[in-house]
């Protein structure tokens, strides 16, 4: 079987000379799927498909067919004397003929396309190709397009798409009203419903695979603030960590329980009402296992997080089209709800963006596309395009084209390319920045952030802000503050005081929920402490007092987030204040041993940001090994909890907070409070954040109430229930007039409903 070829670059450049057919994104779904190896039940056979270099002197697909372990890996180049030159090259010159494979010259299609079809091989049975570039060096390459991989290094592995029996027919068929989809004439408001759970799937368990990981989806069900998770990456990569150094864009990885497995795991997560969102990354390949330099001309060099791809340069189209196809290839496949997209702002242009967006409405309209891109305004393409666009009649046609066909019902900042929504960088900053230290100009930058995030997805922290720095949540974080241990904690650089201050932190955070901390008298508390690498004695009402301002700004910050409409997210353990440090990095037995011995990587272990940290200080999963509460604070776990319950039903119960439109902010820059106005139709609420030190039981004279009328608390952070006071204002009439005062605790959230 014959799949349908691909113009060659040459002729759409000439189409477009000769103004004939313009090239747009509309490619037919077999363009889509045709690349790589693919299996034919009717025939079957086997079809292959690879970009190369345009110059290659051939290429060859080799099917393994008695492959014994180790046997032609990947890392190994065939060193062989090639036929003289004018001698064709063929598979006698190239490798030796032996029974444990077969290899077949592939057909060059031009513009660097290379096919082969009807090839006698199975689905399981290992190929790689053997590229000789123009200077007779011979390359053994896994596939680009490989959809199974069982190791980054060695041979890819034919896949059979039908594998598996999807049972949640109703989702799929948007039937089940759980689902959420894109709703571009709504203008962003497609995604109101959206709360995501952000989960890393190697550190839900012991086992760190798709099939224990059902016993969260379970939880996160059950608790019913998520109505969506995130999957960190799951592309194939070196170890299993938090997946964004992935090499093979369109395998899972096979460590996690492989692509059968993350089907059940999606299909049974639609079965218990959330949607699913896949995090994928278009922007770079991770450090190990990085072949596509001698594949072809995908990489053009390496970046800030690893190689970065050639979307501009020459043969760009192909580059494109490959990573498009993973974006499809994910939403089509594994039947995802969702895609969001990894540091946008870093793959160059727009083109591959406006293709990906594009591509996806018109094969998988119900599937949204989230960016995370951090760009306040539309930039030029030659900011992040470091070589000459040669192609640049096609892409000037492209870019005007598809900002229409993208953006013809919907909107999207900053990028206009039609992405469903993005994330909120400078919110998150604003909020983190105004619970760890409220003060000057804080209270102005919430007021400017929270219109521009009312379509956005916001946080308190993502996996970034968590295994990026230093393993420390907001809590640990808000302690070193409180107790000021960044200025006593030794060090000679900032950082290194950082770092003491961040374990510190979490050590003292550790300690206050332990059982023995209510017990323990001075002396006994003052060595604990200097157990912990603490030297100056702190008192247990200070760390009690700290650590309970720490829950109450966590409350605080969450609530902040929750109330501001559209798409919102928290990441695995904040709904429920887990206390664990949190590396991301995980490695199992012999993998640093084994890649010790490759001398492409052996050099980069400890120089590249995480690695260093695999054994000796990451914890193996924050699930299994999060901090449990016990003695003073054993219910905080429960508290917080049922915070974030009762948050999830006020969005339900009141629907300005969960689809309404700010109207309205008022701040008070003296006691660092400050509300937003949030109305939808006749409905109304306040929600008002005291990120200063207001009073309990006293009377806090806020003027500048946001308007006459009959207003009612509904909701109080600083309720009994969530471990606050519990005092609030629920029990006096409802306010009506501007002058009315509020009772405001210390770092709480309150909320009022507009009644008749």
């Known amino acids: 079987m014959r799949i349908e070829k691909i113009n060659s670059g040459i002729q759409r450049k000439q189409n477009l000379q000769n103004n004939q057919t313009r090239p747009t994104f509309q490619r037919n779904w077999s363009e889509h799927v045709s690349w790589g190896a693919n299996y034919f039940k009717e025939t079957g056979k086997t079809n292959f498909k690879l970009f190369s270099f345009p110059d290659a002197k051939a290429v060859f697909v080799e099917v393994g067919k008695n492959i014994s372990e180790g046997f032609g890996a990947i890392r190994d180049r065939v060193v062989q004397i090639l036929a003289t030159a004018g001698t064709a090259l063929t598979v006698k010159n190239v490798l030796p003929n032996d029974d444990k494979s077969s290899v077949y010259p592939m057909d060059n299609k031009g513009d660097g396309v290379y096919e082969k079809t009807d090839v006698d091989a199975k689905p399981g049975m290992p190929y790689r190709y053997i590229v000789v570039d123009k200077d007779n060096n011979i390359n053994l390459v896994k596939d680009p397009y490989a959809k199974k991989q069982e190791d980054i290094n060695g041979w890819s592995t034919i896949y059979d798409t039908d594998n598996y029996k999807w049972e949640n027919t109703n989702w799929l068929e948007g039937k089940d009203p759980r689902r959420i989809v894109r709703k571009p004439d709504e203008l962003q408001r497609g995604l109101e419903g959206l709360v995501i759970d952000e989960i890393n799937i190697p550190t839900l368990s012991e086992e760190g695979n798709f099939e224990t990981a059902k016993k969260r989806i379970d939880v996160i069900a059950k608790r019913g603030v ?41 299909d049974y997560a639609h079965g218990k009402g959330l949607n699913v969102i896949m995090d994928m990354v278009p922007n770079h390949m991770g450090p190990d296992g990085d072949y596509l330099a001698q594949t072809g001309p995908y990489e053009k060099g390496s970046g800030q997080f690893g190689g970065e791809f050639n979307y501009e340069g020459q043969n760009n189209r192909y580059v494109r089209d490959w990573m498009a196809n993973a974006a499809l290839w994910w939403a089509n496949e594994f039947k995802v709800d969702g895609l969001r997209l990894d540091m946008t702002k870093l793959c160059g242009s727009d083109y591959l963006l406006k293709q990906i967006v594009t591509e996806v409405n018109e094969h998988n309209p119900n599937v949204f596309i989230i960016a995370e891109d951090g760009r306040e305004n539309k930039e030029s393409v030659t900011r992040y395009v470091d070589a000459p666009i040669s192609h640049k009649e096609e892409l000037d046609f492209i870019d005007t084209q598809v900002d229409f066909i993208a953006n013809k019902g919907w909107r999207s900042t900053p990028v206009n390319i039609g992405f469903d929504s993005e994330w909120d960088f400078r919110l998150m900053h604003t909020i983190k920045n105004a619970v760890l230290a409220p003060g000057a100009n804080l209270l102005d930058d919430l007021d400017n952030r929270l219109k521009a995030s009312q379509h956005r997805v916001k946080y308190v922290m993502s996996h970034d802000e ?34 003491n201050a961040a374990r510190a932190g979490q050590k003292l955070a550790e300690l206050v929920v ?24 702190i008192s247990k009402d200070d760390l009690t007092n700290a650590f309970m301002t720490a829950i109450a700004k966590q409350k605080l910050a969450l609530g902040t987030v929750l109330t501001i409409p559209g798409p919102k997210m928290y990441f695995q353990g904040d709904d429920e204040a887990d206390l664990s440090n949190f590396k991301f990095f995980r490695e199992f037995s012999g993998e640093k041993q084994q890649r010790a011995k490759d001398p492409n990587f052996a050099n980069r272990i400890v120089a590249e940001k995480g690695y260093d940290t695999l054994e000796s200080v990451a914890r193996p999963d ?51 409070v400050h509300i937003h106005h949030l109305k939808l ?27 006459n009328g009959n207003w009612k608390e509904v909701f109080n952070s600083d309720a009994k229930e969530y471990g606050g006071s519990g005092y609030s204002n629920g029990n006096r009439e409802a306010i009506t007039n501007m002058n009315q005062s509020l009772s405001l605790a210390p770092n709480s959230i309150v909320i009022l409903k507009k009644v008749k």
């Open 622 to 672: 924050s699930i299994l090994g999060r901090v449990k509460p016990e003695g003073l604070f054993k219910n905080i776990a429960t508290q917080i909890e049922t915070f974030s319950k009762d948050m999830a039903k006020l969005l339900q119960e009141i629907p300005a907070l969960k689809s309404g439109d700010i109207v309205g902010t008022y701040k008070d820059n003296n006691h660092n």
């Open 514 to 537: 332990s059982k023995d901390f209510a017990t323990m008298d001075d002396t006994k508390l003052a060595l604990a402490e200097r157990n912990l690498g603490i030297n100056d004695f």
């Open 681 to 707: 139709g006749k409905d109304e609420a306040l929600v008002i954040k005291n990120f200063g030190q207001g009073f309990h039981y006293k009377n806090y004279e806020y003027y500048g109430f946001p308007q």
């Open 226 to 266: 998520a109505t969506a998770v995130e999957l960190l990456p799951v592309e194939n990569t070196f170890s299993k960590q938090w997946g964004y150094d992935g090499v093979d864009k369109f395998a899972v990885n096979e460590k996690l329980g492989g692509a059968e497995q993350l089907k059940s795991l999606v």
């Open 466 to 499: 968590i295994g990026n720095e230093d393993g420390t949540r907001l809590i640990p974080k808000v302690m070193v503050r409180q107790l000021n241990l960044f200025v006593k904690s030794k060090g000679n650089s900032d950082a290194e005081k950082g770092q």
